[in-house]
Nanobody, 122 residues
C-alpha cells in the first residue's frame, strides 16, 4: 500500500491544522494506521493511531486532548486534527500502516508515507 501525507504548513501557536493521509494500492479498510513525527535533532516518536475498524484509538500523552485521529474508508484516508498547537509540535509528520496489528509507540509499521512538515511559531 502507498501512503501520501499532506496538509502540513506554518501556523501560529494556538492554531489548528488538519493532516491527511491518502492510501492507494491495497485495501485500506482493513489497514491499521497511525501518525508519527520527528522534530529536528530528535528521534521519530509515536503521535496517534486508529485501528482498521475505527473502534480503538491511541494517543501520545503529549497530544492527548489536543489531537484527534480519524479515518474515512470511503475516501481511503486517515486524518489528524491538531488543535491548540504548540511550538514543540513542530516536526515532520509521517503516516504509517500495518495489516498485522494495531500501531503503538513501539511499533515498526509495515508501510510509511513521506512526511509533511508542520511548523508552529510562537
Amino acid at each position: 500500500v502507498q501512503l501520501q501525507a499532506s496538509g502540513g504548513g506554518l501556523v501560529q501557536a494556538g492554531g489548528s491544522l488538519r493532516l491527511s493521509c491518502a492510501a492507494s494500492g491495497r485495501t485500506f479498510s482493513v489497514l491499521n494506521v497511525g501518525w508519527f513525527r520527528q522534530a529536528p535533532g530528535k528521534e521519530r516518536e509515536f503521535v496517534a493511531s486508529i485501528t482498521w475498524s475505527g473502534s480503538s484509538t491511541d494517543y501520545a500523552n503529549s497530544v492527548k486532548d489536543r489531537f484527534t485521529v480519524s479515518r474515512e474508508d470511503v475516501k481511503n484516508t486517515m486524518y489528524l486534527q491538531m488543535n491548540s498547537l504548540k511550538p514543540e509540535d513542530t516536526a515532520v509528520y509521517y503516516c504509517s500502516g500495518d495489516y498485522r496489528r494495531s500501531i503503538g509507540p513501539t511499533s515498526s509499521p509495515q508501510f510509511w508515507g513521506q512526511g509533511t512538515l508542520v511548523t508552529v511559531s510562537s
